[in-house]
């Protein structure tokens, strides 16, 4: 099995930027993609950004386009979400995802974009 831990959530003013890390541990060599999710109060849950294992390859969501990055540390168990230019609709409980034969979540994270 794999295990989620998330950790970098917190409150930030309009325009500031905060930085999502998620370790993983366990089978970590069977998961093929690692995404970033999103649920705001009363709403679904959303896709964010998500990388791929096999080449790195991200996908974003056209809101956090142009201001959120998500990359891999080199032995591809941590990945991080860089956010810039922070917004009050970005608040939110961020949620890691570790794809394999399975789908494993993490416990989730607050981040609160508020003046």
């Known amino acids: 099995q794999v295990r989620l831990v998330e950790s970098g959530g917190g409150l930030v003013q309009p325009g500031g930027s905060l930085r999502l890390s998620c370790a993983a541990s366990?089978?970590?060599?069977?998961?093929?993609?690692m995404s970033w999710y999103r649920q705001a109060p009363g709403k679904e849950r959303e896709l964010v950004a998500g990388?791929?294992?096999?080449?790195?390859?991200?996908n974003y969501a056209d809101s956090v386009k142009g201001r959120f990055t998500i990359s891999r540390d080199n032995a591809g168990n941590t990945v991080h979400l860089q956010m810039n230019s922070l917004k009050p609709e970005d608040t939110a409980v961020y949620y890691c995802?570790?794809?394999?034969?399975?789908?494993?979540w993490g416990q989730g994270t607050q981040v609160t974009v508020a003046s």
């Open positions: 995802n570790a794809r394999l034969w399975v789908e494993v």
């Open positions: 990388i791929t294992s096999s080449d790195n390859s991200a």
């Open positions: 366990g089978f970590t060599s069977r998961i093929t993609a």
